[in-house]
T-cell receptor, first 114, second 109 residues
Framework: NAGVTQTPKFQVLKTGQSMTLQCAQD?????MYWYRQDPGMGLRLIYY???????DKGEVPNGYNVSRLNKREFSLRLESAAPSQTSVYFC?????????????FGDGTRLSIL | EDQVTQSPEALRLQEGESSSLNCSYT??????LFWYRQDPGKGPEFLFT???AGEEKEKERLKATLTKKESFLHITAPKPEDSATYLC??????????FGAGTTVTVRA
């Protein structure tokens, strides 16, 4: 049972390059999320998708775009990467918002921008 | 603005030495408090959800409790495999989690 799968696991970019981070879940969850994790700051929500066909901004959306491709897949795009976007990115999914279900996380994409 | 503060930042324990981690929060309308465990190089793994003051949940050597302003994660007689970063998060709405920075626990044999 794979759960939440993120690709790639590691990536190094140059400033100004673009990139799409992929996420897929096989738990038939309605809601999906993208977070970034930086040392000493905890996880911060970038964007979320409450259900297929909808997306909303989180706490730190600037510099990112998302696409909910279908119920299983939710991608995060950096159009013009900046060094401040160096971070570990986590995708998560949940059912029924968070009222009854916890969020399940992938193992992250470690992104360095030079 | 929602705030979650975890203390201490790091905790070093001897195997068998019980201790507690603290998570204090301010949130407008708490809909749930979550505890996660995170191992190095991995994503957070769900442990507990608490919904109302006075609620307690247990899993193996871990016990989580909740008051109106804070939550505690008690680790009883820890083993080296309990070494991890423990994250606390609150949810003020259906789709947003606000995380604390975590407490890194190291248990020495």
């Amino acid at each position: 049972n794979a759960g939440v799968t993120q690709t790639p696991k590691f990536q190094v970019l140059k400033t100004g390059q673009s990139m799409t981070l992929q996420c897929a879940q096989d738990m038939n969850h309605n809601s999906m999320y993208w977070y970034r994790q930086d040392p000493g700051m905890g996880l911060r929500l970038i964007y979320y998708s409450a259900s297929e066909g909808t997306t909303d901004k989180g706490e730190v959306p600037n510099g990112y775009n998302v696409s909910r491709l279908n119920k299983r897949e939710f991608s995060l795009r950096l159009e013009s990467a900046a060094p401040s976007q160096t971070s570990v990115y986590f995708c998560a999914s949940s059912d029924m918002g968070q009222r009854k279900r916890a969020q399940h996380f992938g193992d992250g994409t470690r992104l360095s921008i030079l | 603005e929602d705030q979650v503060t975890q203390s201490p930042e790091a905790l070093r324990l001897q195997e068998g030495e019980s201790s507690s981690l603290n998570c204090s929060y301010t949130v407008s309308g708490l809909r749930g408090l979550f505890w996660y465990r995170q191992d190095p190089g991995k994503g957070p793994e769900f442990l507990f959800t608490l919904y109302s003051a006075g609620e307690e949940k247990e899993k193996e050597r871990l016990k989580a409790t909740l008051t109106k302003k804070e939550s505690f994660l008690h680790i009883t007689a820890p083993k080296p495999e309990d070494s991890a970063t423990y994250l606390c998060a609150v949810t003020p709405s259906d789709y947003k989690l606000s995380f604390g920075a975590g407490t890194t626990v190291t248990v020495r044999a």
